[in-house]
């Protein structure tokens, strides 16, 4: 079978633009005859100064973006009957303020070097896809996606696509290279789903609606298709068939995405008593304590490579009201479909003793 590879850390950034023609891109990819040779996925590039710093500071502000609003009313009470509540108040307002700060700075010296527009447009989601700070991800992560010849322009082109992707890891960093899946495939809006209540704090909700992303909901997400019509690998997969269902209600296939590197970009601590969990749970939101680069709290990623292997699209005929077994049929398929990306570009990636386990 027949692979493209495309490195998006070292797309010129000249060419990192809406207006930008995707065969423009494709004529930078690399195809290859069955799988990339070992070890060739998993290369770390050097980067400018200017952006590792943006995304050391970046990335922990919208890390902690995320979790202002849960722990500033909790800190807000406490400061009021203890000096320890008010001194991690303060400690949490001077951190958030410092680093927002800092990216506002960046935001003006990125936008003259990118030449980017000053602010997001109300209307063209497209055009807010190729915001700078998603561009600098790429260069971070020495970001490369990998997909097959079944899927090259202009196989799909009228084709609405569902893209599912794991593993979800602390954050999925490899998804945020947004002008891609709205440019290589075809020219359809891309729209990722996030968990609702992100999509209601401060900040981030204008950032992330204005990219395209949706609440990670059936109707939303079927809404938007109409408009169109050595550790082991855990895949948390085998009970998540709602995708499924709505991709046959929809008839619009299922490509299998795999995220090499997403689980290695932060260390997770792990609740051992569930705590966490069921609190996940309730929120409808994940709270998952971790460490970044440096053993920073919460803070910016491991440059670690990051390579997004997408595998055949699994075609769903449109079924109306799918049967228990016809979604099962077809979520055994797409974990299939994950089970074939991962096997085929694993040792390129450098993982070769690793396995895939579904649980």
Known sequence: M??????????????????????????????????FPPNSLNKVHPIETDVEVERLAGIAFYMISNVVPFLLPILL?????????????????????????????????????????????PTDMKENQYIHTERNNQKYMSMQFVWPDS?????????????CAIPHGVAPMGITAYPLWSKLFNDK??????????????ILQKYMRGIGY??????????????FQSYDEKAYVKKRKGIVKIALRCGVPLVPVYGFGHTAL????VDPFGVLEWLSLKLDVSLTPFFGRFGW??????????????????????IENPTQEEIDKYHGLLMTGYEQVFEQHKKAYGWGDKTLQFV
């Open 189 to 202: 809006l891309c729209h990722w789903t996030c968990a609702p209540v992100i999509l209601k704090i401060p």
């Open 266 to 269: 932060w260390k997770v601590v």
């Open 2 to 35: 027949k692979y493209h590879k495309l490195n998006l850390a070292t797309l010129p950034d000249k060419l990192y633009h809406k207006e930008t023609p995707a065969e423009k891109w494709l004529d930078l990819a690399i195809s290859s005859e069955g799988a």
């Open 214 to 227: 949706i609440p990670a909901k059936a109707k939303s997400i079927t809404d938007t298709l109409s408009m």
């Open 77 to 121: 009470i406490a400061s009021f009957f203890s000096q320890t509540g008010a001194l991690l108040l303060k400690i949490l307002l001077l951190y958030f303020t410092t680093l927002f700060s800092i990216t506002q700075a960046f935001n003006a010296i990125f936008i003259k070097k990118y030449n980017n527009p000053k602010q997001f447009s």
């Open 151 to 163: 899927m090259n322009r202009p196989k799909l082109e009228d084709q609405p696509m569902i893209f």
């Open 297 to 318: 709290f919460l803070g910016p990623p491991n440059r670690i490579p990051v390579c997004v292997c997408m595998g055949d699209p699994i075609k769903c005929p449109k």
